[in-house]
């Protein structure tokens, strides 16, 4: 079937007088979804390039303290032909537009949103039932942020450490002396503790939810990014490509990814973002999804916005860490992670340093 | 060498040529109730968990490198675990070393990891079997910390007598119980004349690290140089039965 354009500098130009007229008429979605796609036809093509960037930077907003970039709205293919079987049928996936946030929420923005003190107290004023019901995941997660999650820490040293003002599991505990605790090895010591660089960690999936819920409002609905809207946003416009940007294998220039060793995370927008302008979408911390997670659900998922299976006992987190090898760092591998029920007696499996969240955005209604 | 046997659910990840690793508390600096979990390729090696106690002050160093975690390391070749022991007397040289095959799971918290780690297959134990060879002269290079060294005339670690769990202190007690439960035994010098004190530890003293040179300390009256060298492989005559 021929083309409906000669692609070339005529089309490109062709393509941008279109999103151009849109933009004047203000309506920058559109102009946006359509440069996308140009974009995605002729990834090699700089003024389609240079004008997305322009759009997209138009786009964006910032409310909450976060920043939201627009991810337009555009049909790629999801999936991966040599990933694990769980990627495979690579199938095409039509994704509405929707804002996700630049990068994964750090542990201050957490606090910020939940109305918590800010770090590293990270516990509610007072009689938040909240507090109650996660009592063994807050403070046990707070130990892991304090070390993982403070800007200027080089890596983590500490065996077991405690704030001061934690009391450790019960609050009446007269307990409050770090426990085990060590000097910390900072970049520079003297500077103010921190925690706004870096992805905060240990977030549960439910916690992460109903954060998102509490935040919606008349014109805005915050949730968490189906897994098809995630892997979208990672690819930047590439289409076939392993990574937000290309094919190359990641390597320390452009990715926090194989560090075990190092115990630590880098500030996430340490590298540069992808072509939509997100940072971090490979490596740094795994990302919560809104789906389950179903091995063979590529084989009979829907073109049109999948939400994946109505039901599961695992959901699906992207992205990779900090810790993984470059083949878990893909946009398109799946990790499932229980949905884990917070109130039983054990700390759950997503106390750790290798799990974050990043904030999706429909807009409902114009302010 | 087949390590993992896949029979795995819907909601569960499928086998391929990565595996999933999880490090706990014990075996990272996190803190209690808190883990890291890492994906890896199988082709580069294993890992195993390290359990140890020694009466006396020590240093640990795999093929050349003291570990930044217990989690060690290995890939498919030949290996030379190491101590540098300090101690006040011989009747204080006594340690135990366990690594297991560090895939093993705790139930109780991750339970979703439990459908695709493998078996533990490999064990490295301190045993009286000759393997386990020490020196009372200090090396003339760091050649011994690494495989391939001739130790063939070093001297030969031996079963320590009469080691109760009881003199070990509070805070390792559950390491020493676990390399013991995983098929460890206390090593210590042999005696000279047959009538080697039993190893104890004086009440208080635990398994400290060494925080400075070894040379430092002035007070300690024996120092050793221990090497254990062994293989991990297919072949490999640590695989368990």
Partial sequence: ?367 | MELVRFDLPQDTKPPSDLMAELHESHQVPIGCGGAVFRWRRRSDGFRMTLYQHCFCRSRLILDGVEPPTTLLMFSFDRHALCFELEASSDSLVGFVVAAEEADVVRPHNWMFLEDFVPPPTYRVLSKPDGKWKFTRTRPANDDWLRPGFDDSQWDTLVAAPGIELGSVGRQHRWLARRALELGGCYLTTPPDDGSHPPTTAPPGQHDTPFRESPSADRSAEVRLWVRHEFVTGPEAELKLP
């Avoid at chain 1, 008429?25 to 974009?39: K, P, Q, T, V």
């Avoid at chain 1, 500077?191 to 916690?207: C, H, I, N, R």
């Avoid at chain 1, 946009?331 to 990043?358: D, E, H, N, Q």
């Fill in chain 1, 1 to 367: 079937m021929a083309p409906a354009f000669v692609k070339g500098r005529e089309w490109s130009a062709d393509v941008i007088a279109r999103a151009e007229a849109m933009e004047a008429l203000g309506n920058l979605r559109a102009a946006a979804d359509l440069i996308d796609s140009a974009c995605m036809n002729e990834p090699d093509d700089g003024s389609l390039a240079r004008f997305r960037t322009r759009i997209l930077n138009r786009l964006e907003i910032r409310e909450l303290g976060l920043v939201f970039r627009y991810i337009p709205r555009g049909t790629f293919l999801m999936g991966s032909e040599p990933g694990p079987s769980d990627e495979q049928p690579v199938h095409r996936v039509t994704v509405s537009g929707f804002w996700l946030t630049d990068v994964p929420l750090s542990w201050s923005a957490f606090c910020r949103l939940k109305g918590w003190r800010p770090p590293p107290d990270s516990l509610p004023d007072g009689g938040d039932e909240d507090l109650e019901r996660y009592r063994h995941q807050v403070h046990a997660s707070n130990k892991i942020r304090l070390q993982y999650t403070e800007d200027e820490t080089l890596c983590a040293t500490a065996w077991h450490l405690h704030h001061p003002n934690h009391p450790f599991n019960n609050p009446a505990s007269t307990w409050k002396a770090p426990l085990w605790g060590e000097a910390l090895k900072r970049s520079d010591s003297a500077l103010t503790w921190s925690y706004e660089q870096k992805p905060g960690v240990s977030f549960a999936w439910l916690e992460c939810t109903e954060l998102a819920q509490s935040l919606s409002n008349r014109q805005a609905r915050y949730r968490l990014p189906t897994e098809a809207e995630w892997e979208r946003a990672a690819r930047g416009g590439l289409p076939d490509s392993r990574y937000p940007w290309g094919n190359d294998p990641p390597s320390p220039v452009n990715c926090d990814f194989d560090r075990f060793l190092e115990l630590s995370i880098l500030k996430s927008r340490r590298f540069a973002p992808n072509a939509y302008g997100l940072y971090a979408m490979s490596g740094s911390v795994w990302e919560w999804t809104s789906d389950w997670y179903q091995r063979d659900y590529y084989s009979e998922s829907p073109e049109l916005d999948p939400t994946g299976p109505t039901t599961g006992v695992r959901k699906v987190l992207r992205g990779g860490s900090w810790a993984d090898c470059a083949e878990a760092v893909t946009v398109s591998f799946r990790m499932p992670m229980p949905a884990v029920t917070l109130t039983g007696k054990y700390i759950p499996a997503t106390c750790t340093p290798c799990i974050g969240f990043r904030l999706a955005r429909d807009e409902l209604a114009h302010p």
